[in-house]
């Protein structure tokens, strides 16, 4: 079966650079898409097709790609920015979430 | 505006069934992509299933822990998608969240989710 693994939790400081990554096989072939999830509300799209960006999403959000591991970086991370994020992959019928990483910003 | 509205959540009996519906708009739903995706309490994101657009037939797929158990389906002429839920137990207990995706696009949109608590 897939499965997409992700740190439970990641800290930073305001100001500095946050990087979530996420890893499995299927990544090496299929894209990724990163979601995020403030408490109490539905999830958001940050990233698709593994670094595309869709309008509405602030620049200091950005992805890549290398391998099976793809890395959710958010450049100069805010207050607000502490969230669940979640990477997530759609392969043929089957369709999978990471485990979710906490950021903690402060 | 793009909204997705669910409903028909609430308490069941372990063993029980129950029928999620989200209702749609803003957007063209025939040629979107319609997913159920739960959330267990203080839990992560699990996909649940999806129903594919007209284009592609209507194909579904499930997640092996809900397989053989739970249907989705759709009616695009009232822009709803369904999720009927047989032989619930307590592990199938979560905020349900319908999803809307378009294949090569970048759009994935999520409603506000319906609670379902399977409990005796």
């Known amino acids: 079966s897939y499965e997409l693994t992700q740190p439970s939790s990641v800290s930073v400081s305001p100001g500095q650079t946050a990087r979530i990554t996420c890893s499995g096989h299927?990544?090496?072939?299929?894209?990724a898409r990163w979601f995020q999830q403030r408490p109490g509300q539905a999830p958001v799209m940050l990233i698709y097709?593994?670094?595309e960006g869709p309008s509405g999403i602030p620049a200091r959000f950005s992805g890549s790609s290398s391998g099976t591991t793809v890395t959710l970086t958010i450049s100069g991370a805010q207050v607000e920015d502490e969230a669940d994020y979640y990477c997530?992959?759609?392969?043929?019928?089957?369709?999978?979430f990471g485990g979710g990483t906490r950021l903690t910003v402060l | 505006e793009v909204q997705l509205v669910e409903s028909g959540g609430g308490l069941v009996q372990p063993g029980g069934s129950l029928k999620l519906s989200c209702a749609a708009s803003?957007?063209?739903?025939?040629?979107?992509?319609m997913h159920w995706v739960r959330q267990a309490p203080g839990r992560g994101l699990e996909w649940v299933s999806r129903?594919?657009?007209?284009?592609?037939?209507?194909?579904?797929s499930y997640s092996a822990s809900v397989k053989g158990r739970f249907v989705i389906s759709r009616d695009d002429s009232k822009t709803t998608v369904y999720l009927q839920m047989h032989s619930l137990n307590v592990e199938d207990t979560a905020v349900y969240y319908c999803?809307?995706?378009?294949?090569?696009?970048?759009?994935?949109?999520w409603g506000q989710g319906t609670l379902v608590t399977v409990s005796s």
């Open positions: 299927v990544l090496a072939k299929k894209y």
């Open positions: 803003g957007f063209t739903f025939s040629d979107s992509a």
């Open positions: 097709k593994d670094s």
């Open positions: 129903i594919t657009a007209k284009a592609d037939n209507y194909a579904t």
């Open positions: 999803r809307r995706t378009v294949s090569d696009y970048p759009f994935d949109h």
């Open positions: 997530y992959c759609a392969a043929d019928k089957n369709h999978f």
